[in-house]
C-alpha cells in the first residue's frame, strides 16, 4: 500500500550512488524483497516506471529477488521457512519463535553506463 | 562508454529510520515518553486515547499528535476540548505516519514540560507497520469484532509493538472471538508480549492499561540519558 513512499526512497537511494560514481545513466537495479516486507513487486514496478522518467534512473530494469520467511525456534533451535499461515515450530510446537529472514528490502547493487 | 556494477547494500527507509532515531533522541532529552498507538480504522484508538487523557492528565502533563489520511480535525477537536495540546497532521492520502510528519508535529508541540506524547497513527493494519516513527512504545488496538484471525491475516503490525490492547470486551457476548486463537497468534509473532483486555465504552480493564502505562511514564521520566 505504501509502494510510492518506498520507490521514492528506491529512486533517491540509487540517485545518490548513481552520481557519486560519475554514471552518466543507470540501466539496472538489483533488490532484494523479504516475503514479509509487504512489499508488491508489481506496485513498486508500477511507482518505478512513473517516477523514474526523465531522471538518470530512467528506463532502469528493476530486477528483485525475493526472500522466503525463515523463523528460528527459540526452544529448540530448529530453523523453518514459512510458507502459508503462521505456525508454531514443526519439531517441538513451540510458539516461541523469532524471524530470522523475510524482512529485507535492500538495494543491492546498481547497473550504471559511464 | 563503459558499464559497470556499484556495489551498495543498503537498506531501502533507512532515512526514515535515521530520523526515527533523531525523534527519540529528541523525546528522550525532555524525558518524554512517546507511543504510537496503530489499529485498523474503528478499533478505537481515539476512545483509548481520550479515556487514557482522563485517566492520566491529572497527573502527567500529555500532548498528542493526531494523524489522519483526509484534512479533517474530527479527533484533534475531541482531544482538545479535554484541554490537551494536540497537533494535527494531515498524511494527504498516505496510508501512514512517517518520521518526518511526526517531526513536523513534534515541532507544533511545546515538548518541554510534556510527560507523554501519544501519536494516533492511521487507521490501517498494515503500512504504519513499516515506518519507525521514534516512539519508544508501539501499541496494537485490536477489537473484539475485527476477529481473531487478525494476527495470522496482518502479521506485520504485530511484531515490532509492546502491548497489544484488545478493546471492545463488552462485546464478547455477541460476537465469535477465539481468544485462544488470537493470543496464539499474537504469541508467535511477539512472544511475551504485553496483553491488556479492556473496553473503553464500560471502562473494565481500563485501570490494567493506565497502570501499565503510568509505569512506562515514570520509568521514562526518571532515565538517566
Not at chain 2, 82 to 97: A, F, S
Not at chain 2, 162 to 176: A, G, R
Request: proline content about 4%.
Amino acid at each position: 500500500m505504501h509502494e510510492l513512499a518506498v520507490t521514492e526512497s528506491l529512486l533517491k537511494t540509487a540517485t545518490e550512488y548513481a552520481l557519486e560514481n560519475d554514471a552518466k545513466k543507470v540501466t539496472s537495479l538489483n533488490l532484494l524483497i523479504g516475503t514479509l516486507s509487504g512489499i508488491v513487486d508489481d506496485s513498486v514496478q508500477f511507482y518505478w516506471d512513473m517516477i523514474s522518467a526523465d531522471t538518470i534512473c530512467s528506463q532502469a530494469k528493476l530486477n528483485i529477488e525475493r526472500q522466503p520467511a525463515k523463523f528460528k525456534c527459540q526452544s529448540c533451535q530448529t530453523e523453518y521457512a514459512l510458507d502459508g499461515e503462521l505456525s508454531p515450530c514443526p519439531n517441538c510446537g513451540s510458539v516461541n519463535i523469532r524471524v530470522i529472514a523475510g524482512d529485507e528490502f535492500l538495494l543491492q547493487s546498481i547497473e550504471i553506463e559511464k | 562508454m563503459s558499464t559497470e556494477k556499484v556495489q551498495i547494500v543498503e537498506k531501502i527507509l533507512d532515512a526514515n529510520d535515521q530520523m526515527a532515531e533523531e525523534n527519540q533522541q529528541a523525546f528522550d532529552k525532555n524525558h518524554t515518553l512517546a507511543i504510537n498507538i496503530m489499529a485498523s480504522p474503528g478499533a478505537g484508538k481515539t476512545s483509548l486515547i481520550l479515556r487514557t487523557i482522563e485517566g492520566l492528565a491529572k497527573d502527567y502533563q500529555i500532548a498528542v499528535i493526531e494523524g489522519d489520511t483526509a484534512p479533517v480535525t474530527i479527533d484533534a477537536d475531541k482531544v482538545h476540548a479535554l484541554g490537551i495540546p494536540v497537533t494535527q497532521i494531515n498524511t494527504g492520502g498516505d496510508c501512514h505516519l512517517d518520521a518526518l510528519m511526526v517531526r513536523k508535529g513534534m515541532q507544533a508541540l511545546d515538548l518541554n514540560e510534556v510527560d507523554l506524547v501519544i501519536i494516533e497513527n492511521v487507521g490501517n493494519l498494515v503500512c504504519p507497520a513499516a515506518f519507525k516513527l521514534g516512539s519508544h512504545i508501539n501499541v496494537v488496538i485490536a477489537s473484539i469484532p475485527e476477529g481473531d484471525d487478525k494476527p495470522y491475516k496482518y502479521p506485520n503490525i504485530y511484531r515490532g509493538i509492546q502491548c497489544l490492547v484488545l478493546n471492545k470486551t463488552d462485546l464478547k457476548p455477541y460476537v465469535d472471538f477465539n481468544f485462544e486463537y488470537f493470543e496464539k497468534g499474537i504469541q508467535i509473532l511477539n512472544p511475551g508480549v504485553e496483553i491488556i483486555q479492556l473496553s473503553s465504552k464500560t471502562g473494565d480493564g481500563l485501570d490494567t492499561w493506565l497502570n501499565w502505562l503510568r509505569a512506562q511514564i515514570d520509568a521514562k521520566k526518571h532515565a538517566t540519558q
